[in-house]
């Protein structure tokens, strides 16, 4: 079945910095690779997705790269804010709104 | 936006008890249900996916007859988790598919602790 492995774990920037987020997948069926991201305690929200015909996305400060080859997928984000820090998973699936398979999540700080 | 409620949003119950959780798509039909656990400080895991009408399928290592799983409904799928035990102390989360769009909405997720 699909693996996701995300890095790194924990990831601490200055504000205003770029933050990023590397995922890699293993199965290559897998076409729709979403980005959430939680707070505690809260249900996770999506912030950005793409579909593996395409390279890249970008959404204001929030860019996702994919190299569907290497099976990598990254997100970006710029011009970091307090409000930024939170959980951040990527997650895999064959299509959107089919079963998801995320990663560990990384724990993103983003110090005023 | 699409709005997936969950019922109750937090829960404490005695070891042995069994406990059911309701995930509500609310102004929209779901045929697929997804159920996820989230240990504290950890990923979402997969435990099943549920289907409107039929049985749910559940992932490797989840024990079917201990978390059960009932989508009777388009709007409504029902997780019990029976005799419940410390461990499976966690929080949660459900997901539904659009019949429409096919996007996912999640649910507020609800907080298990067994005592």
């Known amino acids: 079945g699909e693996n996701v492995e995300q890095h790194p774990s924990t990831l601490s920037v200055q504000e205003g910095d770029s933050a990023v987020i590397k995922c890699t997948y293993s199965d290559s069926a897998s076409n729709y690779f979403p980005w959430y991201k939680q707070e505690l305690g809260k249900r996770p929200q999506l912030i950005i997705d793409?579909?593996?015909?395409?390279g890249e996305k970008k959404d204001q400060r929030i860019a996702v790269t994919l190299n569907k080859t290497a099976k990598h997928f990254s997100l970006h984000i710029t011009e970091t804010q307090p409000e930024d820090s939170a959980v951040y998973f990527c997650a895999a699936s064959i299509f959107q709104g089919g079963k998801l398979i995320f990663g560990q999540g990384t724990e993103l700080s983003v110090k005023p | 936006g699409a709005v997936v409620s969950q019922h109750p949003s937090w829960v404490i119950c005695k070891s042995g008890t069994s406990v059911k959780i309701e995930c509500r798509s609310l102004?929209?039909?779901?045929?697929?249900m997804f159920w996820y656990r989230q240990f504290p400080k950890q990923s979402l895991m997969l435990m099943a996916t549920s289907n409107e009408g039929s049985k749910a399928t559940y992932e490797q290592g989840v024990e079917k007859d201990k978390f059960l799983i009932n989508h009777a409904s388009l709007t409504l799928s029902t997780l019990t988790v029976t005799s419940a035990h410390p461990e499976d102390s966690s929080f949660y989360i459900c997901s539904a598919r659009g019949m429409d769009t096919g996007e996912l909405f999640f649910g507020e997720g609800s907080r298990l602790t067994v005592l």
């Open positions: 793409i579909r593996s015909n395409v």
């Open positions: 102004d929209f039909q779901a045929t697929t």
